[in-house]
């Protein structure tokens, strides 16, 4: 256990649906990243978060997917209009440069 | 060509044996290696990581990094079944004027150790 902690753990939505995702980082780590990662690829980064701003995101992350850090705590990534290219694991990573630790991640299947 | 480029394997291989796991990357501005492991599943596990060149050792992992050669291994020695998972290489760095240090991983290497 990292102590990072991401809910919920598996998701199956239908096409079209919006999903939202949460990530709730050790408290103490400022930095938060957001990754998916597809069967048989490793995880691809989406986006940064440095407190509470966000600093960086990738261009895999369309206009439907947007990312929010209040007050520096919890994340939540949420996909509009979900597509079933979404369907991938999504994770949370907190902790200093070279020591990214990761939670379990959320499994979204899109049918 | 990937910035990082990792054989996906699998690898299958009699328990106790010496496994040696490889990536090779092209961005030279790469400072930090990390080694991660992920079960089935489960979120990556950070096994090891380094800064730079040189060598690292905790218990039965070695870490190597030769950045000359733009070439990483890590070593696992007196494999166990327990070991059997995917091995992903990720490294990060200043790009572009700054860095927020994001992870640029491997593919993974599916390691299978048989009892």
């Known amino acids: 256990d990292t102590g990072v902690s991401q809910n919920p753990r598996h998701k199956i939505t239908k096409r079209g649906q919006n999903v939202t995702f949460r990530c709730d980082p050790i408290s103490e780590h400022n930095r938060l990243y957001w990754y998916r990662q597809t069967l048989g690829q490793g995880p691809e980064f989406l986006t940064y978060?440095?407190?509470?701003?966000?600093?960086?995101k990738s261009r895999l992350l369309s206009d439907r997917f947007s990312a929010e850090r209040p007050k520096g705590s919890f994340s939540t990534l949420e996909i509009q209009r979900t597509e079933q290219g979404d369907s991938a694991m999504y994770l949370c990573?907190?902790?200093?440069?070279?020591?990214?630790?990761f939670g379990p991640g959320t499994r979204l299947t899109v049918t | 060509q990937k910035e990082v480029e990792q054989d996906p394997g699998p690898l299958s291989v009699p328990e106790g044996a010496i496994v040696s796991l490889n990536c090779t990357y092209s961005?030279?501005?790469?400072?930090?290696f990390m080694w991660y492991r992920q079960y089935s599943r489960k979120g990556p596990e950070l096994l090891m990581y380094t800064y730079s060149s040189g060598n690292k050792e905790d218990g039965r992992f070695t870490a190597q990094v030769d950045k000359s050669s733009k070439y990483i291994s890590l070593f696992i020695r007196d494999s166990q079944p327990s070991d059997s998972a995917t091995y992903l290489c990720?490294?990060?760095?200043?790009?572009?004027?700054?860095?927020?240090?994001?992870?640029?991983f491997g593919k993974g290497t599916l390691l299978t150790v048989n009892p």
């Open positions: 990573a907190t902790g200093l440069p070279y020591e990214q630790y």
């Open positions: 990720a490294m990060s760095g200043w790009r572009n004027g700054g860095s927020n240090y994001k992870l640029t």
């Open positions: 978060f440095q407190n509470e701003a966000q600093l960086e």
């Open positions: 961005n030279s501005a790469f400072q930090y």
